[in-house]
């Protein structure tokens, strides 16, 4: 998606220029309607730097004293410029608020992004999801880089920092390829990229956040089919199996020490993980933690008080590099790490090269990726659970919508609040994208209290949430319309959906990898013009991330086996007028096919209806249609007896209109002639009573 600010930035002149009378009316007209972000919304809601003095909207954050601040830190260093990276020294895709160094200095905070400071400038680079996003958040000391390449960025530092220049960062929040990247294009042209092992953003943070007080904590037996040794042992044998023979394993992904313990912790946001490093050799276990949070406890559990092969030894968390050194100054040793996840700062002291191996990602993220029995079993049971509270949700709007009293901040809300009352609940999964009309045409938007819109039955809604349980990880999307849509959204909506039936319902060889599949699922939006911005699907885990790599439909995705858990999403983003997602979970699973034997297609795990009113029937394939009503099928079947057992009377009466079957004619989603009957034969009877 490429979401331009040019537009909005047109509607602000208007503003600036309109007569006061004018612009008071239609204020207060816009304040009854409540289609505004807020009480202030009337003022434009990005920045304008070109004027003067510049216009700044209430949601910027001033920068001028972390700025100051940081270049004071770099002057001693002689660093001409500083790079500021958006990740944690795990390379997360989701970081702790201790970590958020990116945002700290730039007031922008979005996911994804790079901020470079020199003395006289500061620029952020970060993609087309978010360009609106840091126009209304950053002051106008940031310049906006409308790119997220590491050439564009050392462009922009060639032509800033003269030649001998040293640019400056931290190895930690640097992975090898970024590493890399960097200085062939900065080495080349004389410019010398300086590691500097202390953060210098952590040095001008005077308020920087602490880590949670939580303890560590183990999974119930009740939802582990695999005791943290046979892991251990399993991870081992692929070891001793790999030809190159390494004598041990790093594991710096924050999901892949928690996996391989059966652990979970409460130190990121949504993610149930904790600050850790694992050095698996082939007769010792260290784990690199915050020792002071495990428990006593988790220490008989991990067996810590001996140094066998099955014994974990607790070491410091700040101590994994000088741990490693140490290590690796032995002779006849090899590191394997998996190169994805692994930071610079540790890749730089295994050396030499002969003492290192690599690979795009290390066995225990391949392992993981592959769920066992008890892991599907119990991940299809969160989703049924699940369901019932997206149920609940899509209910309560249809009530509370048509008397204009719901915002997208109160929508985000209570969906959380509706996963909170289901068995084994642990919160939401991710920050609940809640977004109507044109704030949904911001793939990532998530409401806050000066951006929420006011829900109406004239536009449509958007709804990405997701929960995490201690079965399960959850993530849906639905759009849905309470009003009457146009034939442009319905036609959009409907095709969007035959994306997403297309690639669930193909059947390919195991062993493909999801890239090849992924165009399915824009093929009838590209038909008519129309395609999406972002990726088709991610891999999803049990209590883990919402986005679990490697498992997806990425060029760097792993290809698919049995039992990997992805998600499924295409979409469409019409700018400044509305958007459309339609997000499943679903399970690789093998299919008999009529001659080969090693075939496998998508289970959809993910159980709530599609708007109905949404459904252009007229579009759909004969065979597009059997699979929507199959899916519908499951639903009755599965969410139907966890209605019954939760009580939920009113839920299950909704879910069965919901999910009465499409007939094929017609070009609307209509129901068949045996359902309309019956209809009729009730309002009937009650006619007679």
């Known amino acids: 998606m490429h979401i331009s600010s040019a537009g909005s930035q047109r509607t602000g002149s208007v503003w600036l220029k309109m007569p006061s009378t004018v612009w008071l009316w239609v204020l207060s007209v816009a304040i009854l309607t409540g289609n505004l972000f807020s009480a202030a919304a009337y003022e434009r809601t990005e920045r304008n730097c070109s004027l003067t003095p510049p216009y700044l909207p209430s949601t910027a954050v001033n920068t001028t004293l972390q700025l100051q601040e940081l270049r004071g830190q770099m002057l001693p260093l002689n660093i001409s410029a500083y790079i500021i990276p958006g990740t944690d020294a795990h390379l997360s895709e989701y970081i702790a608020p201790r970590d958020a160094r990116m945002a700290f200095m730039t007031g922008f905070t979005g996911s994804a992004g790079t901020a470079v400071v020199t003395q006289t400038k500061a620029a952020l680079w970060t993609d087309s999801r978010y360009w609106v996003q840091a126009e209304r958040q950053m002051d106008c000391n940031w310049e906006l880089e409308k790119d997220v390449s590491i050439i564009s960025v050392a462009e922009w530092l060639i032509s800033e920092v003269p030649p001998g220049g040293n640019i400056g960062f931290d190895p930690f929040l640097f992975s090898l390829q970024t590493q890399e990247s960097y200085a062939m294009s900065l080495e080349s042209s004389n410019r010398i990229l300086k590691s500097i092992p202390v953060n210098l953003v952590d040095q001008v943070w005077k308020e920087r956040p602490t880590l949670p007080p939580y303890n560590l904590t183990r999974l119930p037996d009740r939802v582990i089919q695999r005791t943290w040794q046979m892991k251990v042992n399993q991870i081992r044998s692929v070891m001793t199996s790999n030809p190159y023979q390494p004598t041990a394993l790093l594991l710096s992904a924050l999901d892949e020490t928690a996996w391989l313990f059966n652990l979970r912790g409460n130190d990121i946001p949504y993610n149930p993980f904790f600050y850790s490093y694992t050095l698996l050799t082939l007769d010792e276990i260290w784990l690199f933690v915050h020792t002071d949070r495990v428990s006593e406890d988790l220490k008989v559990y991990l067996s810590a008080s001996c140094t066998e092969p099955l014994c974990v030894q607790l070491k410091s968390y700040d101590s994994v590099r000088e741990n490693l050194k140490t290590y690796v100054a032995q002779p006849e040793v090899k590191v394997w790490i998996g190169t994805e996840y692994t930071n610079y700062a540790l890749y730089e002291i295994i050396t030499p090269q002969e003492k290192l191996m690599t690979s795009s990602y290390s066995p225990v993220l391949t392992s993981k990726a592959v769920k066992d ?87 449509m809604y958007l709804v990405d949430s997701g929960g995490q349980y201690l079965d399960g990880t959850t993530d849906i999307t639905r759009t849905v319309h309470w009003g009457t849509p146009t034939d442009m959204q319905k036609e959009a909506f409907t095709r969007v959906l035959m994306g997403n039936i297309e690639i669930s319902q193909t059947v390919f060889p195991s062993g493909t990898s999801g890239v090849r599949i992924e165009m399915l699922g824009r093929r009838a939006l590209w038909e008519v013009g129309l395609n999406y911005g972002h990726g088709t699907g991610h891999g999803v885990g049990n209590y883990f991330g919402v986005h679990e790599w490697p498992v997806g439909f990425q060029t760097n995705n792993i290809p698919f086996k049995a039992g990997m858990f992805t998600s499924i999403e295409p979409g469409y983003y019409k700018e400044n007028d509305f958007g459309i ?91 068949c002639s045996s359902s309309l009957t019956l209809i009729a034969l009730v309002f009937a009877l009650h006619n007679v009573v």
Not at 382 to 398: M, N
Not at 434 to 452: D, F, I, K, R, W
Request: one cysteine or more.
């Open 373 to 459: 029995e008890t892991e599907e079993r119990i991940l299809r049971e969160a989703h049924v659970r699940d369901a019932v509270a997206v149920i609940q949700l899509l209910i309560w709007l249809e009530k509370s919508v048509p008397k204009g009293n719901v915002t997208e901040l109160s929508a985000a809300e209570y969906v959380n609040y509706c996963r909170s009352k289901q068995k084994d609940n642990k919160g939401p999964s991710f920050e609940t994208i809640s977004a109507s009309g044109p704030n949904a045409a911001l793939a990532h938007y998530s409401p806050s209290e000066e951006t929420s819109r006011r829900l109406t039955v004239d536009e």
């Open 581 to 671: 997602r339609i997000e499943d979970i679903a399970v690789t699973i093998p299919v008999h096919t009529k001659y080969g034997h090693n075939f496998l297609t998508f289970d959809t795990v993910s159980l709530v209806p599609y708007d109905r009113k949404l459904i252009d029937t007229s579009l759909l394939s004969a065979k597009q249609l059997q699979w929507l009503n199959k899916y519908y099928e499951t639903i009755r079947r599965l969410v139907g007896p966890e209605l019954d057992k939760q009580g939920l009377h009113e839920e299950k009466d909704w879910m069965l209109r919901n999910t009465e079957p499409f007939t094929e004619a017609g070009s609307s989603a209509s129901v």
